[in-house]
C-alpha cells in the first residue's frame, strides 16, 4: 500500500480504539422523553401532598382557634359557678403535672391539639351537666320566693297545727278557745323568726343585697294562721 493511500471505516475504529477514545452510544429521544415525564409526575404528586398538608394544616388550626374561644368561654363560666360553691381558687388551676401532659398531648401539631381541645371540650360539658343536675337540688340555686319558702312555710305551719291537733284532742272547749286566742299573734312571731332565719341560712356577696321577699313571707305567714282561725271559729259558733 502506498503512502497516499486513505484508511477506510474500520481502520478508523481501529485507530479510535488505539489512541484510547470512546464513542458515545446514541441515547432514543423517547427514552429521555418517558423519564422526564415521570420526573415532572413526581413532582407533582409531591407539590399536591404539600399543598394538602398545607391546607389541612391550616383548617385545623383555624379550627383549633375557635374550640380554644370555646373552651375558654366555658371554664371562665364554671370557675365562676364552683367559686359560688365554695371551691377554693388553687383547686380550679392545673398543676404542673397536668400542665405537662396536656403539652405533650399537643405536641404532634394542629391536628393533635384540636383533638386535645375537643376531648377537653367534652369534659367541661360532662362537668356542667353533673354541677347543673347537682345545683338543682341546692336551695342557694333556686329562685328567692322558694328559697325562703322552706323557713317561712314550716313556720307559719307551726301554730296552726298545734290549734288543729288541741281541737281534735279536746273538741269544742276551754283549751281550744286558750289556743285560739294565742295563736292570734303567731303570725307575727312567725315571720319575725323566718325574716331572722332567711339572713342565717342564705348568705351573698358583700357587694349583694340579700332579698328577704317581706311581702311574701308576711302573706305566707298569715294565710295558714287565717284559714285556721276562721274555722275553728266555725266550729265554735256551731258547738
Not at 69 to 82: D, F, N, W
Not at 119 to 136: F, I, N, S, V, Y
Not at 165 to 179: D, E, F, K, L, Q
Amino acid at each position: 500500500m502506498g503512502p497516499n493511500a486513505t484508511v477506510t471505516g474500520p481502520g478508523r475504529q481501529r485507530a479510535a480504539s488505539a489512541s484510547g477514545e470512546v464513542t458515545p452510544t446514541a441515547v432514543e429521544p423517547s427514552a429521555v422523553w418517558a423519564e422526564y415525564l415521570a420526573a415532572a409526575r413526581q413532582l407533582d404528586g409531591v407539590r399536591r401532598s404539600a399543598a394538602a398538608a398545607a391546607g389541612e394544616q391550616a383548617r385545623s388550626a383555624e379550627a383549633a382557634r375557635e374550640e380554644l374561644t370555646a373552651v375558654r368561654t366555658g371554664l371562665a363560666s364554671q370557675q365562676e359557678r364552683l367559686r359560688e360553691l365554695g371551691v377554693a381558687a388553687i383547686s380550679l388551676v392545673p398543676s404542673p403535672p397536668e400542665l405537662t401532659e396536656a403539652a405533650r398531648s399537643m405536641a404532634g401539631g394542629p391536628a393533635a391539639v384540636l383533638a386535645a381541645l375537643r376531648a377537653a371540650r367534652g369534659r367541661a360539658e360532662a362537668a356542667d351537666a353533673a354541677l347543673g343536675t347537682r345545683r338543682r337540688f341546692r336551695p342557694g340555686s333556686w329562685s328567692v320566693r322558694a328559697r325562703n319558702l322552706l323557713v317561712y312555710g314550716p313556720l307559719a305551719l307551726v301554730v296552726p297545727l298545734i290549734q288543729v291537733a288541741v281541737y281534735a284532742a279536746t273538741g269544742i272547749g276551754p283549751a281550744t278557745v286558750a289556743a285560739l286566742i294565742c295563736g292570734l299573734p303567731m303570725p307575727a312571731v312567725a315571720f319575725v323568726a323566718g325574716w331572722v332565719g332567711v339572713g342565717r341560712l342564705f348568705r351573698v356577696g358583700p357587694a349583694e343585697r340579700l332579698d328577704r321577699t317581706v311581702r311574701f313571707g308576711a302573706l305566707v305567714c298569715l294565710v295558714p294562721a287565717v284559714l285556721v282561725t276562721a274555722g275553728l271559729l266555725l266550729a265554735l259558733l256551731a258547738g
